[in-house]
Each structure stands twice: as structure tokens, then as C-alpha cells.
């Protein structure tokens, strides 16, 4: 049984281009996060997501940054016009129900802005 | 919203120390998972405990949820225990399931 899958594991993007990271639950699971990981710093939650719905975007920015989880596919958190303080590594969970539940982590994607 | 406080920041153990990390949080929690992220940015599920004592290896956790703290013990310390260990909690009476980290124990062990 596959863990959480995100690709790429690295990406490098010049200032104001887009960035696209994909993240695929566990089998069987509904439910995906994204957190982000400033260097030193721990994890934060950005955004909480089921099937074709945003429950929680608390945490995203509200420009540039973009989440969907399509019927069909992985999720997708994506990031317009790119700027240096973006460089971060963005990790994906998932989880079988909404609450009280393990959060299961992929490797993460390591964005790098130049 | 939940405060999540991780003690110490920075231990430095030789091999074979035992250790005790902390993890606080400032209001009820649904959940508690303790994870390790290696030196290469791995993210590992060590235990999900919101509650009670559990043990895998050399490895253990305590959580009292009604005192509002759990413990990590590890014992006889390897050097791949190296890195960064987070307490993370999902807060009670909480729909949106997202979890809050705390900035981390960061764990080196030398040979």
C-alpha cells in the first residue's frame, strides 16, 4: 500500500514564474492537507481539503496560492509569480476520516526560488 | 488558538544517552502525533497518542492529556536518531482537523 506520493521532490523556479506541486493520498483516503516548512522553522498548516472541496484555507495566503482536489487526480497546491520568500518545503497529508485521525505525510516538495 | 510548546530546542547527547523531549499544549486536544524529520527532510509518523503510553523499540511515548503534556523518551541513542523531533496536536472541538506543530526539539547524537 502506497504512502502519500508529492512530485516533484525538488523544484526550482525563477522569480514570477508558477509553481505546481501534486500530492496523492494514501489509498482509500479523502482527506489532504498542505503544510509549508520555512527553513529552521516547524511545520504550518496552509490548507485542508476533501474531494472537489476547500474545507479549511485559514492558513493559505490569499494571493498567489491556490489548492484543489479534483474528483479525479491528485491534489494540487499552486503558487503564481513566484517570490523569494516562497523557497520553502511544501509537504502534503492525508488522512482517512476528518478528525481525531493520523495525518500521514509524503516526502515533501523542496521549492526553491531564485 | 492551541499554543504547542517543544523542550528543549537543541539537545546533543553521545550515543548510548537516554533522553526526554516535552511537548505542551495550552488547550484540549483531539489527537497528538509525535514525528521525527531526518537530516533529509524526511517527515516519520512515530506515534499517534492523544492519550496513555505506548512503546515501539527503543522509542516511547506518554500522553496526559488531562495535565496537557506528553513525553518522548528514547533509549541507548543511536546516531540515526538525529534530527529534528515535532509534537503536533489537533485541537478539541475543532471541524477543520488541521493540525498545529510545535517549533521542534532539535536532536543530535554523537558517536
Known sequence: ?114 | GIQVEQSPPDLILQEGANSTLRCNFSDSVNNLQWFHQNPWGQLINLFYIPSGTKQNGRLSATTVATERYSLLYISSSQTTDSGVYFCAVEQSNSSASKIIFGSGTRLSIRP
Open chain 1, 1 to 114: 500500500n502506497a504512502g502519500v506520493m508529492q512530485n516533484p521532490r525538488h523544484l526550482v523556479r525563477r522569480r514570477g514564474q508558477e509553481a505546481r506541486l501534486r500530492c496523492s493520498p494514501m489509498k482509500g483516503h479523502s482527506h489532504v492537507y498542505w503544510y509549508r516548512q520555512l527553513p529552521e522553522e516547524g511545520l504550518k498548516f496552509m490548507v485542508y481539503l476533501q474531494k472537489e472541496n476547500i474545507i479549511d484555507e485559514s492558513g493559505m495566503p490569499k494571493e498567489r496560492f491556490s489548492a484543489e482536489f479534483p474528483k479525479e487526480g491528485p491534489s494540487i497546491l499552486r503558487i503564481q509569480q513566484v517570490v523569494r520568500g516562497d523557497s520553502a518545503a511544501y509537504f502534503c497529508a492525508s488522512s482517512l476520516l476528518a478528525v481525531g485521525e493520523t495525518q500521514y505525510f509524503g516526502p515533501g516538495t523542496r521549492l526553491l526560488v531564485l
